[in-house]
């Protein structure tokens, strides 16, 4: 009987330090899962932005046509600067995010390890 009350609180105390924990990488995971599919959709655009050059370069026959390719270039480039720029931000907002996150458990958790601590 003793010893099972002695395991109970052991094992109440135990799950109430590891839930933070938890919750972290619970937190941690969704962020990594959120950035990873964001990477990979912003790969496929660059990729098939990439392709569509390729061919618009290979369809270049004359003199007009590479000058034509050539002034579109300039504006591929800036679009893939704008691109670049919002892809950054947004992977930024991502880890501002988390940030946030991870502050806000870390206040909740030690607000409920001192509760446990003055509890035992």
Do not use: W
């Not at 390729?54 to 004359?62: F, H, P, T, Y």
């Not at 930024?92 to 601590?117: H, I, R, Y």
Request: net charge neutral; glycine share 2%.
């Amino acid at each position: 009987m003793l010893y099972d009350e002695i395991l109970n609180k052991t094992n109440a105390q135990f799950e109430t330090y590891l839930a933070p924990a938890r919750k972290a990488s619970s937190l941690v995971i969704e962020h990594f899962a959120k950035v990873s599919e964001f990477q990979l959709e912003a790969l496929k655009a660059y990729s098939d932005l990439s392709v569509e050059q390729l061919r618009a370069a290979a369809k270049v026959s004359d003199a007009k046509s590479l000058q034509d390719f050539l002034s579109n270039q300039t504006k591929v480039a800036k679009t893939v600067g704008e691109k670049l720029n919002e892809d950054a931000s947004t992977l930024a907002g991502f880890g501002k995010d988390l940030t946030a996150e991870l502050q806000k458990l870390t206040q909740e958790n030690v607000a409920t390890v001192s509760k446990a601590a003055k509890a035992a």
